[in-house]
């Protein structure tokens, strides 16, 4: 079973960046599509971004567009997300997510691994 570690979570002010990377263990992330969701407090959790096996696919929520990059490292089994522009409703939860294979979903049912998640607040 892939274990799915994230870090770069941290507290930054609006208009800062972060960069947040999701690291796979004990199993291949090169043949499947991997995500980004967050969660608020009292909010459910929401698609953020994915991207294709092969990075020829991104998508992106509304919400962050033009503002974040999901892209991948799959000879280093890893995931990031670079997050610009932050924002006050940007603070959540952030999760990355292993789909169930090679392409872009945007629903959390596509998705069959998961990481614990790393915290993110912006804030001044």
């Known amino acids: 079973q892939v274990q799915l570690v994230e870090s770069g979570g941290g507290l930054a002010q609006p208009g800062a960046s972060l960069r947040l990377s999701c690291a796979a263990f004990?199993?291949?992330?090169?043949?499947?599509?991997m995500g980004w969701f967050r969660q608020a407090p009292g909010k459910e959790r929401e698609f953020v971004a994915a991207?294709?096996?092969?990075?020829?696919?991104?998508y992106y929520a509304d919400s962050v567009k033009g503002r974040f990059t999901i892209s991948r490292d799959n000879a280093k089994n890893t995931v990031y997300l670079q997050m610009n522009s932050l924002k006050p409703e940007d603070t959540a939860v952030y999760y990355c997510?292993?789909?169930?294979?090679?392409?872009?979903?945007?629903?959390?049912?596509?998705?069959?691994?998961w990481g614990q998640g790393t915290q993110v607040t912006v804030s001044s």
């Open positions: 997510a292993r789909g169930n294979s090679g392409y872009v979903y945007d629903m959390s049912t596509q998705y069959t691994s």
């Open positions: 004990g199993g291949t992330i090169s043949s499947r599509g």
């Open positions: 991207i294709s096996w092969s990075s020829s696919t991104a």
